[in-house]
């Protein structure tokens, strides 16, 4: 059973940063697309990034660009979404998803993050 | 980018009676293997997105059979043949052809 759990989540000032983790089982983590999804309280669901297998190559909605960096440890069975400069708009529930068909086949619980002063 | 866009964005239905949510695509989502990337998760209250359909009509593994999709190019449709109360919820559809990739608003599934 494919298993992902976020944590990292938490309260942070605006301008301030925090690293999120999803640790993966149940699968060759290793062989898939991993990606970063978030829904803002009570709003719909935007994708933020994904990235490659092998993690060569990483991908970001524009509002993210030049703030968020995803990567992962194969070795760990680990993906990271380390967020900087963050803003209001920030504030979600952010999901760890694995990549299937073109789409996303298996989503974490989430974490929370809210970008508050 | 691609928009996506569902109607209706609210569903009053009638336990045992079907249902359908309608998504529209500004650009076909056809690739030029053939296959056509629209897909459609369910999210019941309080819980994450689930994976419905994928590839506009395959079911994902453990999806009950009253579950449906449909279409092609821009036009594509979500049904349930009967509906039952753990189907409350919450329907987007989301298309994985191109960066970015983009989901419909949501459309409210509700007993009536």
């Known amino acids: 059973e494919v298993q992902l759990v976020e944590s990292g989540g938490g309260l942070v000032q605006p301008g301030g940063s925090l690293k999120l983790s999803c640790a993966a089982s149940g699968f060759t983590f290793g062989r898939d697309w991993m990606g970063w999804v978030r829904q803002a309280p009570g709003q719909g669901l935007e994708w933020v990034a994904n990235i490659k297998p092998d993690g060569s190559g990483t991908y970001y909605v524009d509002s993210v660009k030049g703030r968020f960096i995803i990567s992962r440890d194969n070795a760990k069975n680990s993906l990271y979404l380390q967020m900087n400069s963050l803003r209001a708009e920030d504030t979600a529930l952010y999901y760890c998803?694995?990549?299937?068909?073109?789409?996303?086949?298996?989503w974490g619980q989430g974490t929370l993050v809210t970008v508050s002063s | 980018d691609i928009v996506m866009t569902q109607t209706p964005l609210s569903s009053p239905v009638t336990l045992g009676q079907p249902a359908t949510i309608s998504c529209r695509s500004s650009?076909?989502?056809?690739?030029?293997?053939?296959?056509?990337?629209l897909s459609w998760l369910q999210q019941r209250p309080g819980q994450p997105p689930r994976l419905l359909i994928y590839k506009t009509s395959n079911r994902f593994s453990g999806v009950p059979d009253r579950f449906s999709g449909s279409g092609a190019g821009t036009d594509f449709t979500l049904t349930i043949a009967r509906v039952e109360a753990e189907d409350v919820g919450v329907y987007f559809c989301m298309q994985g052809l191109q960066s970015p990739w983009t989901f419909g608003q949501g459309t409210k599934v509700e007993v009536e």
């Open positions: 998803a694995k990549h299937g068909d073109y789409c996303f086949d298996n």
């Open positions: 650009q076909s989502l056809l690739h030029t293997n053939g296959n056509t990337y």
